[in-house]
């Protein structure tokens, strides 16, 4: 697949989509190209700075649709027949989707693949292996690496996640396996709280990602949240770029990102 692209589509909206804008636009000014940012918005967002700010705009139509496979209510940005049918239409070579969304959907990459798009991000391959958590912590595992104590599977029923809550003793986290942004976490401090969590978790997921799975993973207390930024090519080259600390959140929403982990430089 050719890597030489002009036109790309921006399958998200608001502050995801402005970044990737401004970083074309950066892109641009410093390589002297000239390649096109094309914000496919939908109704809501007509009059958005995303959509003003953009080179170009396609209309996705209502913000929601029913999903025929399961016959939930979803944002259309999760709406395959309808992406496909943007990306031919503005003629878009890559796709661009930051976070959230299909950001993390194996499918719609091998979608983009099939189109001859390009997704500027990872692999069909490395997003099914990482970008579900399960999948994740069963290779951390694999390679050695302790991780939460969970539930070791999924917890496809309340009566298997109480099983699991069970075994490692409350407090749990609820926690669905596709997706990020806080979004499906629920916490059970004790058994009467098991149930209303792990619905809500559910209906969240389903919500958000379009996938409701979920597990069960022992709540730790006192603990900080600290992520390594890691960024690769596709020629195989991988580097880490540092640490950010994100501990400080609102429902597990990250407020303050720190760069570099004041935690980790107590340490030192």
């Not at 003793?169 to 499906?184: N, Q, W």
């Amino acid at each position: 697949m050719s890597l030489d692209f002009q036109r790309i589509a921006i399958v998200n909206r608001g502050e995801p989509a402005m970044r990737l804008i401004h970083a074309i636009r950066e892109f641009n000014l410093e390589r002297g190209t000239g390649m096109s940012a094309i914000a496919l918005f939908t109704e809501p967002d007509r009059r958005s700075r995303f959509v003003r700010e953009a080179d170009e705009s396609y209309n996705l139509g209502p913000a929601t649709f029913v999903d025929d496979a399961d016959g939930q209510r979803k944002p259309t940005y999760l709406d395959y027949e309808r992406l496909e049918k943007a990306l031919v239409a503005v003629q878009a070579d890559a796709v661009m989707v930051g976070w959230g969304f299909v950001a993390e959907r194996a499918d719609f990459i091998e979608l983009c693949d099939r189109l001859g798009v390009t997704f500027i991000g990872p692999s069909s391959l490395a997003v099914r292996r990482l970008g579900d958590k399960i999948s994740a912590k069963r290779i951390a595992e694999q390679a050695g690496l302790l991780v939460t104590p969970w539930g070791g599977e999924a917890a496809a029923t309340l009566d298997v996640a109480w099983a699991h809550a069970q075994r490692m003793g409350y407090p749990v986290v609820i926690k669905a396996a596709a997706g990020a942004g806080g979004r499906g976490i629920r916490r059970a401090w004790s058994e009467p709280e098991l149930a209303a969590a792990f619905d809500s978790a559910r209906r969240e997921a389903g919500r958000t990602f379009g996938d409701a799975t979920v597990f069960v993973e022992r709540w730790l207390d006192g603990v900080r949240h600290v992520e390594v930024q890691i960024q690769g090519d596709h020629h195989g080259a991988l580097w880490a770029l540092g640490v950010r600390d994100c501990t400080i959140q609102r429902r597990f929403q990250k407020l303050v990102a720190e760069a570099p982990s004041p935690a980790l430089l107590a340490r030192e």
